[in-house]
């Protein structure tokens, strides 16, 4: 059985940074595409990154230049690394193998 628990998520003020991390168990870590997801009240859930089992990476146009997603297949953790926060990215953070698997999320707070 796939388990992704993800950590890091807090409250951080306007420009600060946060480091999640996604631990995975039960599944092939390293075979597999991992999403970083994010969903604000009231809106849906969107994507936020992306790094397939090659180390290729994708963003949303929201998050190019602040944000980083890396991971370590040895681990079997992905990390999003925040930086330069604004309270729009303000939500919980979700991790998501290719196969459909999700964690229960960390609350990242950023204050004005």
């Known amino acids: 059985q796939v388990r992704l628990v993800e950590s890091g998520g807090g409250l951080v003020q306007d420009g600060g940074s946060l480091r999640l991390s996604c631990a995975a168990s039960?599944?092939?870590?390293?075979?597999?595409?991992m999403r970083w997801y994010r969903q604000a009240p009231g809106k849906q859930r969107e994507l936020v990154a992306t790094?397939?089992?090659?180390?290729?990476?994708n963003y949303a146009d929201s998050v190019k230049g602040r944000f980083t997603i890396s991971r370590d297949n040895a681990k079997k953790t992905v990390y999003l690394q925040m930086n330069s926060l604004k309270p729009e990215d303000t939500a919980v953070y979700y991790c998501?193998?290719?196969?459909?698997?999700w964690g229960q999320g960390t609350q990242v707070t950023v204050s004005s």
């Open positions: 998501n193998t290719q196969w459909g698997d």
């Open positions: 039960g599944m092939i870590f390293s075979i597999g595409a």
């Open positions: 790094i397939n089992s090659g180390g290729s990476t």
